[in-house]
């Protein structure tokens, strides 16, 4: 459950049922049945309410913040904002751009270069992705090699390699890999992990950049089998974890 106390800080001692509803009921109830609408889904439905109203207060930029926080990345909220104009108007839509860029602004200071170059924006493979991922392949004579970079808690789907495996080497950042029914494990620049065939896993950011070198297990016929996402509810108890210890 969300754990929510906006209202009672700022509302508390004026209207204390009012900060109640907010804290309890609304985020602490409606946003957390995760299981029907993830929270992604749910902060990109808020953040187009609110801009079809005309809001362009603190809160619109909370829930563009929480929607970022939740992987929808820059591209992806130019692109709903630029949607919706057509419906909500034209200057409701415009109101929001400055906001959108201050809120995202962050990711080019903090997106320190990696060890092996940042690429270009993965959009072949975004469809498989939470957040935004970059690929520079490094070479593909003989064995395929790329650097591939994720934003903060960004991450890619389960998914599984037939035929050959893969081997990450981690460089920069700090990330995290997770076998199929077994604990995630935390990674660190210098960190190696083999991943064999056949395997169902997913690998991707903590709270910070995270980049890592993939290197493709030659096999006849090999290929990657993509699956279902990482849930917002899965990755945030790994998170919960790592703060508690």
């Not at 929808?72 to 860029?101: D, L, Q, S």
């Amino acid at each position: 459950m969300i754990k929510q106390t906006a209202g009672r800080d700022g509302l508390g001692d004026l209207a204390p049922k009012f900060a109640q509803l907010n804290d309890d009921v609304l985020f602490g109830q409606v946003w957390s049945r995760e299981d029907r609408l993830s929270l992604r889904d749910r902060s990109m439905i808020t953040v187009v309410a609110l801009v079809s109203k005309g809001i362009t207060d603190n809160s619109l930029k909370y829930h563009i913040q929480n929607a970022k926080n939740h992987g929808v990345t820059k591209t992806e909220m130019v692109e709903i904002i630029t949607h919706i104009a057509f419906y909500v108007g034209w200057p409701h839509a415009w109101a929001v751009f400055p906001m959108v860029r201050e809120v995202y602004a962050q990711d080019a200071v903090n997106a320190k270069e990696p060890l092996f170059g940042l690429g270009q924006p993965n959009d072949a493979y975004a469809a498989y992705f939470i957040g935004q991922s970059y690929l520079n392949p490094l070479t593909t004579q003989g064995v395929a090699v790329c650097n591939v970079t994720f934003e903060p808690r960004c991450r890619n789907n389960w998914h599984i390699h037939h035929g050959g495996g893969q081997i990450l080497l981690c460089t920069d950042g700090e990330g995290w890999y997770q076998q199929w029914g077994q604990s995630a494990r935390s990674l660190h620049p210098g960190d190696v992990v083999y991943i064999p065939p056949e395997v169902k896993h997913w690998h991707g950011a903590a709270e910070d950049w995270f980049s890592h070198v993939a290197i493709e297990i030659p096999a006849p016929d090999a290929s990657n089998e993509w699956l279902e996402p990482v849930s917002d509810e899965e990755y945030n108890m790994l998170t919960q974890l790592q703060t508690e210890e």
